[in-house]
C-alpha cells in the first residue's frame, strides 16, 4: 500500500490496488490514450518548457464520483481567477522531472494549495504530458483516488479564492456544457459548475477524461459562453 505524506525524499508510488470499480474506466482512459488525443499542444521536441504537475483527484462524495478543483485568486500574475486542478511548477526537491518529480510536486502543490492530506491520496496513473502554450508550462496530469479524505479549504488567499469539488454527474450533465469563447476568438470546452466557469486547460482535460472514459452525454457544441459570462 502506497504512502504519499512523505512527498519529498521518500518513494511516491503507482497502485491500482483496491481503487473503486467505477474507476475502471479513467484507469483505463489513462493507458490507453495518446498525447493527440488529449490536445493539439504537446510539449516541445526541444524538451523545452517550464515543469510542472497537477492532481486530478478523484473522491466518493454524497452524490457519487466527484472532482477537486480550486479557483485561483484574481490577484494573480497568470491564470486569475480561474478555476483548475491543485498543481504549479517543479521543485528541486521534487526529483526527476522524468521520473516520480511530477508526482511529488503535484502531492506537494495539493498539500500547500487545498490543506489535503497527501497520506490519504493513492496515485493511480499519469496522463501524457501536456503543454500550456501562454505560459509555456509543460504539465503532467497525475490521477488520484482521496482513499482518506481530509478536510480542504484556501491555505494563502494570495493564491486561492477557494476550494470545492465537483460531483461528475454535474460535469456530465448537458446543461452545464458549453464552449467558452476566448476574446481573442478560439474557443474550447467550458462547464458552468458550483457558480464558477471551468475552462482553458483545466476544461480541456475534464472533456477528453469524460470523453474517454465513456462518461460523455450528448451535449449541444453550439451553446457557447463567454468567459465574462457573470456580467
Request: charged share 20%.
Amino acid at each position: 500500500m502506497m504512502r504519499a505524506s512523505d512527498t519529498q525524499g521518500g518513494p511516491v508510488m503507482v497502485s491500482k490496488d483496491g481503487l473503486p470499480g467505477w474507476l475502471d474506466p479513467v484507469v483505463h482512459a489513462a493507458e490507453t490514450v495518446e498525447p493527440p488525443q488529449l490536445s493539439r499542444f504537446l510539449p516541445p521536441e526541444d524538451g523545452g518548457g517550464r515543469q510542472s504537475a497537477v492532481l486530478i483527484l478523484f473522491g466518493d462524495g454524497l452524490r457519487g464520483p466527484e472532482l477537486l478543483l480550486m479557483e485561483r485568486a484574481t490577484s494573480l500574475r497568470e491564470h486569475a481567477g480561474q478555476p483548475a486542478f491543485p498543481g504549479g511548477s517543479l521543485d528541486p526537491e521534487d526529483g526527476d522531472p522524468q521520473g516520480d518529480g511530477p508526482l511529488r510536486a503535484a502531492l506537494r502543490e495539493a498539500e500547500e494549495e487545498t490543506g489535503l492530506d497527501p497520506a490519504g491520496v493513492q496515485l493511480f496513473g499519469v496522463l501524457p504530458k501536456l503543454y500550456i502554450p501562454v505560459s509555456g508550462f509543460v504539465v503532467s496530469p497525475v490521477l488520484g483516488w482521496w482513499r482518506e479524505p481530509t478536510p480542504v479549504g484556501v491555505v494563502d488567499p494570495n493564491e486561492t479564492a477557494r476550494v470545492f469539488t465537483v460531483p461528475v454527474a454535474d460535469l456530465t450533465d448537458p446543461a452545464n456544457r458549453a464552449m467558452a469563447i476566448h476574446p481573442r476568438g478560439h474557443k474550447g470546452p467550458a462547464f458552468l459548475v458550483n457558480s464558477a466557469l471551468v475552462w482553458g486547460f483545466t476544461a480541456g482535460i475534464i472533456d477528453r477524461l469524460l470523453h474517454y472514459s465513456g462518461w460523455e452525454r450528448p451535449w449541444d457544441q453550439e451553446k457557447q459562453v463567454p468567459l465574462d459570462w457573470r456580467s
